[in-house]
């Protein structure tokens, strides 16, 4: 009798334990989960937090969001560089979208090379995948000089219709040596691409904006490309915008292929490579630059300290009102920029991100204030996630978005209710059912029943689970299949009470026969759980959790507390009939 | 008191196993049959590929979006109405931004035409989680043999996965001919049911040992082991038949209630269990009977006719 109390009272203590457990979740999802914005934002934030923090988590399917998962290519870094890659890449990530303000993202390193990143309530796919799909590699080259790419061009032609009169390679070479006349793309100066930054030294203030050039659309003077067949087969395809060659759009295909022909790229000389603009428009004809740059990097973003978006001025239709991203330099990074516009005054310098050409303007002087701009950004929007991405520095290897899975607001909120319905009905059909069938050991087993989910609950709460909504079919399985170590039990106690047994003889013969069958049993569930703990992506590790707690919270309900309350009446009590 | 069975029901379920086996062998066969033929309805979680799931503003027939979907430049899209008449889901292979097919195919259907999910999966990532899957079928059948060869003798354990393996296998089947699709959740629900049906095993085996242990194991001979197979399963019978009944009725409440996202995963777990309680109930012993006793047959008579 006394050892009764005292199981009584611990078993009391779990469950005020599983109640305090429980309180956040349910307040927090009954006053608080479905607040608007506005109303949230009465209510004090340490409170709020507070609660969520400790709420059960709802999966994404629940809640709705996007889950990522993402690959980082390492097939271009050295053995060195790829040991950290993946948890570098990590702290980029993360800093990209704790700049974008997303209330808790949730980041996990996969295996060697893959990040799963979980960012609940975010609807907006494509400015996630801007954010976290972009290398942001921010670098500076020098642009190769006039003469250099002219003879180049030539040369490239030369070779091209050789290749298409199918005469070999090796005849063609000596002609290469006399120049013949090409349009010459860097002969005319026609006042440069100048938007360099002439920065004051504070390094704070923001750039005076240099002047202008870009020639006027109307001037874009595109070769016809029809006459493909000419003697300048590859000039043909390309067009002169200003001072720099232009392909137009519907080119840049077949110009690109040209150019990784063998025959043609080995004759590009060491040190240079071409790269493309941005796309750009005139009038209704689209094109891009392709620039020959120096393969040697100058400058890296890895010294950007700051980056601001704030939109240019003056009369150069490529800045007046169009977004700039304006960059500060870190001290050591400062230092460098002056040196080097330093050494290269009327030089081009390109400003290149993720391998393309986002501006190319001529140094006019030495900048030494620390600061550099970007121009060419398409609208606003672009320009503040190109602030973000350079702000949180670049990812060390290029990322691949290879599973993205989306669910919106409205199909999880149609997910919970049908859940707990589901859930709601399926317990009803479930107590009414033990109830009859067994008459008082039913509604013992239905105190059990109800004491384990609440159990399962604060259980998914203290260890932080996340409820999807396969965990909550999860949830209402449990409930199905809990009563199962009571069904055991009370057949048990029949059986024995049918053999001629007391009802306290029956007691203790129904659990002690049944216990080592629901242990031997219920671990088979277990198996299957774990299995799936170690297999199953998000949503199906969610219900192989609240399986395998839904047992292990059985096992306490429907053994241990049922036993109790079956003592208390037939031994303290000394019931000697009761119905199951 | 209510009970749904006799006190001691004295059904022969030994002497009905020649049925057993052909109904049971029978169901595989046809199972097989439909893998082999119709296949199964892969998900893009392995098959890689975009999911998209639309919600229209008014109802719509699945022609239109049919339509819609081709006129948007789809080829051979997978079309399924989803639930409502104006919910929908959409499969295709393209590698194509979901945002871009929904705004071409409202061009078609007008406005209102709102995305509600998307999965998109790379052609590697499904090839993987297809490897992830077969390794935990494998990985939890191969633990569960393990479980029952440690708690059970060898024939028990024997008979147990033999059962598995045809619960599983028909449950594909029937899952396979009615079409549905299967994903990694499908995955979860087949383990569930082998866990369930081992569970199922387990207690009727228990019971066997249990009335083993007041017999001489060398008296043991093949009409001794009929007999007692057969009160095992009776006398666990009302405890099969009321936990399978509980876990079928939340079952059927998720089914009708929970929404169409889980209803596949519950109607595979609804076809599982009731498999894994037949086989449970039919299969295992009559199997472990065959086995086991057909050496002891020479010791013992003939077949009795009567439990």
């Known amino acids: ?580 | 008191m209510i009970s749904f069975f006799p006190a001691e029901p004295k059904v022969n379920f030994m002497g009905m196993r020649m049925w057993t086996y052909i109904i049971s062998l029978a169901l595989a066969a046809f199972a097989v049959i439909i893998f082999v033929f119709r296949g199964f309805n892969m998900g893009i979680d392995f098959t890689g590929g975009t999911l998209i799931q639309i919600h229209l503003e008014n109802d719509a027939d699945i022609s239109r979006v049919r339509a819609a979907a081709a006129a948007a430049g789809l080829y051979n899209p997978e079309i399924q109405n989803f639930g409502e008449k104006h919910e929908f889901v959409i499969k295709y292979r393209e590698s194509r931004e979901p945002e871009e097919v929904v705004t071409a195919m409202e061009r078609t259907l007008g406005s209102g035409v709102r995305m509600d999910r998307n999965e998109k999966v790379g052609p590697r990532i499904g090839a993987e989680l297809r490897q992830q899957a077969i390794l935990a079928l494998a990985a939890g059948l191969l633990l569960m043999m393990v479980y029952i060869w440690i708690r059970f003798n060898f024939w028990f354990g024997l008979a147990a996965m033999l059962a598995l393996f045809h619960d599983v296998t028909i449950t594909m089947g029937i899952y396979a001919a009615l079409g549905l699709e299967v994903t990694s959740s499908t995955i979860a629900a087949v383990l569930t049911i082998v866990g369930y049906s081992i569970n199922d095993s387990i207690v009727i085996s228990d019971r066997i040992r249990e009335l083993m242990k007041n017999e001489e194991e060398s008296q043991m001979d093949f009409k001794k082991m009929f007999k007692l197979y057969n009160l095992a399963i009776n006398s666990t019978l009302s405890r099969t038949s009321i936990t399978g009944s509980t876990t079928l009725m939340v079952l059927v409440a998720i089914l009708f209630l929970a929404g169409p996202m889980i209803f596949d995963f519950a109607l595979a777990l609804t076809i599982g269990i009731i498999i894994g309680t037949y086989s449970s109930i039919f299969v295992v012993a009559a199997l472990v009977l065959d086995m086991k006793g057909h050496r002891k047959r020479k010791v013992g008579s003939a077949e009795p006719k009567k439990a």
């Not at chain 1, 349009?183 to 691409?193: C, E, I, M, S, V």
């Open chain 1, 1 to 580: 009798m006394k050892t009764l109390r005292w199981k009584l009272l611990i078993v009391l203590g779990i469950f005020a334990w599983a109640g305090w457990l429980v309180y956040p979740t349910v307040v927090y999802y009954t006053q608080y989960y479905n607040l608007s914005p506005e109303a949230k934002a009465q209510v004090p934030r340490s409170k709020y937090e507070g609660l969520r923090k400790k709420a059960l988590n709802l999966g994404l399917d629940l809640q709705g969001g996007m889950y990522l998962i993402l690959e980082v290519d390492k097939s271009k870094l050295t053995p060195e560089e790829a040991k950290d890659a993946s948890d570098r890449a990590l702290e980029v990530i993360r800093n990209r979208i704790d700049q974008w303000g997303v209330s808790e993202p949730s980041f996990q390193k996969i295996g060697e090379d893959r990040i799963m990143v979980q960012l609940p309530g975010v609807m907006d796919r494509e400015k996630a995948r801007a954010l976290l799909g972009r290398t942001a590699m921010l670098e500076f080259k020098l642009l190769a000089d006039d003469k250099t790419t002219s003879d180049l061009l030539d040369r490239i032609d030369r070779r091209v219709s050789a290749l298409e009169r199918g005469i070999p390679l090796g005849a063609e070479t000596p002609a290469e040596t006399s120049a013949t006349a090409v349009p010459d793309t860097g002969a005319k100066k026609p006042p440069a691409d100048t938007t360099a930054s002439a920065v004051p030294d504070t390094g704070k203030k923001e750039p005076a904006v240099a002047e202008t050039t870009a020639v006027p659309p109307e001037s874009l003077a595109f070769t016809d490309t029809t006459g493909a067949t000419s003697d300048k087969p590859f000039l043909s395809m390309i067009g002169i915008v200003g001072n720099d060659m232009a392909v137009p759009e519907d080119n840049v295909d077949s110009v690109t292929k040209l150019l990784a022909r063998p025959e043609i790229a080995e004759a590009i000389p060491k040190g240079y490579y071409f790269a493309w603009g941005k796309t750009e428009e005139a009038g209704a004809r689209k094109f891009r630059r392709l620039y020959l740059l120096h393969q040697e990097v100058e400058l890296t973003g890895g010294y950007v300290t700051d980056a601001k978006v704030t939109v240019g001025q003056g009369s150069d239709p490529k800045l007046a009102n169009k977004p700039v991203v304006l960059l500060y330099l870190n001290t050591q990074g400062a230092a460098r920029f002056a040196q080097i516009t330093g050494r290269n005054v009327n030089k081009r310098m390109a400003i290149i991100l993720d391998g393309t050409v986002y501006s190319a303007p001529v140094i006019h002087e030495r900048i030494s204030g620390g600061s550099a701009q970007i121009t060419g950004m398409e609208s606003m929007d672009e320009a503040k996630e190109l602030s973000v991405v350079l702000k949180s520095g670049a990812l060390p290897a290029p990322v691949n978005v290879v599973e993205e899975r989306s669910i919106g607001p409205t199909l999880g909120s149609d997910s919970i209710r049908g859940g707990m319905i589901s859930l709601l009905i399926g317990f009803i059909i479930v107590i009414l059912f033990m109830g009859i069938y067994y008459r008082a050991g039913g509604w013992v087993a239905n105190l059990a029943l109800l004491l384990n989910l609440w159990l399962m609950v604060a259980m998914l709460a203290l260890f932080n689970a996340t409820l999807t909504f396969p965990g909550l079919a999860g949830l209402i399985l449990t409930v199905g299949m809990a009563v199962d170590a009571n069904v055991l039990i009370f057949e048990r106690m029949r059986e024995e009470m049918r053999a001629g047994k007391s009802m306290r003889a029956a007691v203790e013969a129904g659990y002690h026969r049944s216990t080592i069958t629901i242990i031997d049993s219920n671990l088979t569930t277990i198996i299957a759980a774990l299995v799936l703990m170690k297999f199953g992506s998000g949503p199906i590790r969610g219900f192989a959790v609240v399986l395998t707690m839904g047992i292990l919270a059985s096992f306490f309900t429907a053994v241990s507390l049922t036993r109790i309350i079956f003592d208390y009446f037939v031994v303290v009590r000394g019931v000697k009939k009761l119905a199951i």
